[in-house]
């Protein structure tokens, strides 16, 4: 008779991991966690150490938004697992596809306030797509492979699997990793079999219809088929922030970006419009300006795969439930069934000069021309990753490239000290790419430590410090609509930059303002720049930022998108 192996609890964990495809893993050791430590070696799975947890599950969260595949992240008990609650909300919000296995203390402990006990199910409960405290050694691999298909399923999302660390160290027989079969669901709403004519005709009725692009498009896969649709619709198209990249910028159609800090163009043609077309975005707050004037003469059409994220704003008048990558080809189906209006008189509106941003001295600041030339720069499909605040806000505006996964940042929580260790994860995925991370002043002291983990990975990430020495984007609205009460938001004692990433043993320098007021900019500042994206090491770049500059055009709280501040007056 065969004697099945007998292995720690440990072991079980790694193999079913590696069973899930995982090849990479972050994390921070500790007490709970240790057995799974110990058998990491020969377990065939990389692990990277970084400085903090919170910079693990940032880092894995990098690896699973520029991959698609799961990223995963390790942690001990109590402050090891309350450190990556900041990333578990950042991935629920910005549905990225994440496992974290976290150490819990022994079973016979949990509910006596043990040392480094933490209640990490209750804790993670409303910010998880699926969580579950493990309680017996035989189902280590039912979790695992359940926790995988929910963490990667219809929207993506987190997953929390706690597992005390008796069970760790504990012996069974394993026959080996399981695959999760989900329960049968009644079918959905999808549009796979076919559309009616409801939308073509809603079309034809139109006058001024757009669309707005979202991460649903990305995240379904179904960048091809996208464009092949707006091709075929060519009417006024614009992104949420994650929906950067998912249209080629040079298509004559499209305006940008838009939102809260939108292009003028794209803001006031979904404030006109009379028909909004929505592929995979969930209009929040940032995109739609004061709701109640939200498209206020538009129908709204909704293709989602997550219901829950339907009518949040207003009622849509026909929703479109299902994967974007079905739903998207179903509609271009009918659509060539159909003959379409011409929309040119309207797209020539809505795309044409006099809509340009108007503010000639934004346009014209150092930092935007300095972000200009570093892009036009940048080597084909690069990866640019940038932090929160004004800085993030300037990168997407002035972000031009067509690459799906080529723009990532934290949207949805707008988790400060994200790009850093993002950075790292999107680097160790793509080695041969540029990877490009743009921080303030003030995000990247939030996970400056991190700079250790790319010096000793000598990973060639790029790295960019605005440094307006505030806490720029909060400053802003203090100068606009707190009467420049500047409410500890000052950080002109920051340290030297160049000199602490010289302490990390990371190549720097610091670039001024004056080099980019000069148009073109000098040969002396373009190699420079060049040096810096070329460099087969890691590298960091101060660029001075004045303290006051602003980021325009701005839709203050409480404002619909007509309504954007242009510049300070």
Known sequence: MLRLAELRGAEIVLECLRAEGVELMFGYPGGAIMPLYDALDGSGIRHVLTRHEQGAIFAAEGYARVTGKVGVAIATSGPGATNLVTGIAD???DSVPLVCVTGQVRSALIGTDAF????VFGVTLSLTKWSRLVRTLDEIPEVIAEGFHWARSGRPGPVVIDIPTDMLKAKKEFSGPVKFIPHARPAEAKADGGFDDTIVAMLQQ??????????????SGAIPELRRLLDDLNIPTFSTVHGLGAVPPQADYYLGMVGMHGTRAANMALHETDLLLVFGARLDDRVTGDPTRFAPGAKIVHFEIDPAQLDRVRPCDVPVIGDLADTIPAFQAELRRHSLLDFSPWRSVACGPERAELDPRGL????????DELFSRLPENSVVLADVGQHQMWAAQRYRSSSPRGFITSGGLGAMGFALPAAVGVQLAKPETC????SGDGGFQMNIQELATVHRLGLPVKMVIIDNKYLGMVRQWQQLFYERNYAETDLSDNPDFVDIAKAYKIHSFRLKEDAMREFPVSQETGDQIDRFLNSPEPELLVFDCAPEANVFPMVPAGAALSEMLLEDE
């Not at 480094?116 to 209640?119: V, Y």
């Not at 139109?206 to 995240?219: F, H, M, N, T, Y």
């Not at 014209?364 to 972000?371: C, M, S």
């Open 206 to 219: 139109a006058a001024r219809p757009v669309a707005l692009v979202g991460a649903g498009a990305k995240l």
């Open 91 to 93: 991935a629920k919000m």
């Open 116 to 119: 480094q006990e933490t209640d």
């Open 435 to 438: 990877v490009l991370c743009v």
């Open 364 to 371: 014209a600041q150092p930092t935007i021309r300095f972000l």
